[in-house]
Nanobody
Framework: QVQLVESGGGLVQAGGSLRLSCAMSGRTFSMHDMAWFRQAPGKEREFVASIRRSGGSTYYADSVKGRFAISRDNAKNTVYLQMNSPKPEDTAVYYC????????????????????WGQGTQVTVSS
């Protein structure tokens, strides 16, 4: 049974910083590409950032590039999202997601290409 558990959400002022964590259990974490998505009220779930299993490649949505950083610690089975200089428009529920390892290429930014999801953590950015 795969579990992804996010933590670190909360209320932050615009221009501050916040770090989200997501711990995986039930699978070999180092075999999975990981990502963060977010969903604001009334909007579709959108891609934020992803990181390959080795940690060597990272990808970002244009809206967060230069402000957010995704990283992983395979020894701790955890992926992180460092949110620097957040803006009110970053307010959303943030979800951690994992892809099953496959022999074929999958996208890194489409929710449908992710197999496991956390329950989400609320991030609210005040102006």
């Amino acid at each position: 049974q795969v579990q992804l558990v996010e933590s670190g959400g909360g209320l932050v002022q615009a221009g501050g910083s916040l770090r989200l964590s997501c711990a995986m259990s039930g699978r070999t974490f180092s075999m999975h590409d990981m990502a963060w998505f977010r969903q604001a009220p009334g909007k579709e779930r959108e891609f934020v950032a992803s990181i390959r299993r080795s940690g060597g490649s990272t990808y970002y949505a244009d809206s967060v590039k230069g402000r957010f950083a995704i990283s992983r610690d395979n020894a701790k089975n955890t992926v992180y999202l460092q949110m620097n200089s957040p803006k009110p428009e970053d307010t959303a529920v943030y979800y951690c997601a994992a892809q099953k390892p496959t022999f074929y290429s999958r996208s890194y930014d489409r929710p449908v290409d992710y197999d496991y999801w956390g329950q989400g953590t609320q991030v609210t950015v005040s102006s």
